[in-house]
T-cell receptor, first 112, second 116 residues
Framework: GESVGLHLPTLSVQEGDNSIINCAYS??????FIWYKQESGKGPQFIID?????DKRQGQRVTVLLNKTVKHLSLQIAATQPGDSAVYFC???????????FGKGTRLSVIA | GAVVSQHPSWVICKSGTSVKIECRSL??????MFWYRQFPKQSLMLMAT?????????EQGVEKDKFLINHASLTLSTLTVTSAHPEDSSFYIC????????????FGPGTRLTVL
């Protein structure tokens, strides 16, 4: 079946460096994408979203890039901090309050 | 805004008992809420879609008689794990979005269920 997946299951970065977390999706009908951050024992926390009519969106220290041609989504975190250590999930759905389909997750470890 | 709460945050129960988990949207109304289950080091798995005033929609493989969902108001959905067994031990998380056709969903803090 169609699913959202990730290229890298783990990522270790030095504090202050930029982080890039990748995600591949296969449902061509998906038109809305979200990145979530999940810390141990907590629920997913919304980070940033992007719609299919955009290819880039920036937030505070984070940027999401969407390449619909190759069905690829990425999350860039600038100046990574120890507090960014968590598991990051990409998720996608079609518009209209439909269930999210989650990727497998990438664990980001920040080395101080 | 868009805060979702869950209660309890953790629960330990004996095998065979039932456990109720509440999911509340604190500052918005949600006609639809979603229930997920997450096992250690795994991603979230959708269990069911909770619809206010109507029956929940369950994903394939999820027993509706075991996981009872009630969405009696626009701010509250409950998940009851009936006759819980150790294999039901998991992290249960709900999500909701403001409005009837929103895409963005916000998650509760989760409920850790341990069945002895």
């Amino acid at each position: 079946g169609e699913s959202v997946g990730l290229h890298l299951p783990t990522l270790s970065v030095q504090e202050g460096d930029n982080s890039i977390i990748n995600c591949a999706y296969s449902n061509s009908a998906s038109d809305y994408f979200i990145w979530y951050k999940q810390e141990s024992g907590k629920g997913p926390q919304f980070i940033i979203d992007i719609r299919s009519n955009m290819d880039k969106r920036q937030g505070q220290r984070v940027t999401v890039l969407l390449n619909k041609t190759v069905k690829h989504l990425s999350l860039q975190i600038a100046a990574t901090q120890p507090g960014d250590s968590a598991v990051y999930f990409c998720a996608e759905n079609t518009s209209g309050n439909t269930p999210l389909v989650f990727g497998k997750g990438t664990r980001l470890s920040v080395i101080a | 805004g868009a805060v979702v709460s869950q209660h309890p945050s953790w629960v330990i129960c004996k095998s065979g008992t039932s456990v109720k988990i509440e999911c509340r949207s604190l500052d918005f109304q949600a006609t639809t809420m979603f229930w997920y289950r997450q096992f250690p080091k795994q991603s979230l798995m959708l269990m069911a879609t909770s619809n206010e005033g109507s029956k929940a929609t369950y994903e394939q493989g999820v027993e509706k008689d075991k996981f009872l969902i009630n969405h009696a108001s626009l701010t509250l959905s409950t998940l009851t794990v009936t006759s819980a067994h150790p294999e039901d031990s998991s992290f249960y998380i709900c999500s909701a979005g403001p409005g009837a056709s929103t895409d963005t969903q916000y998650f509760g803090p989760g409920t850790r269920l341990t069945v002895l």
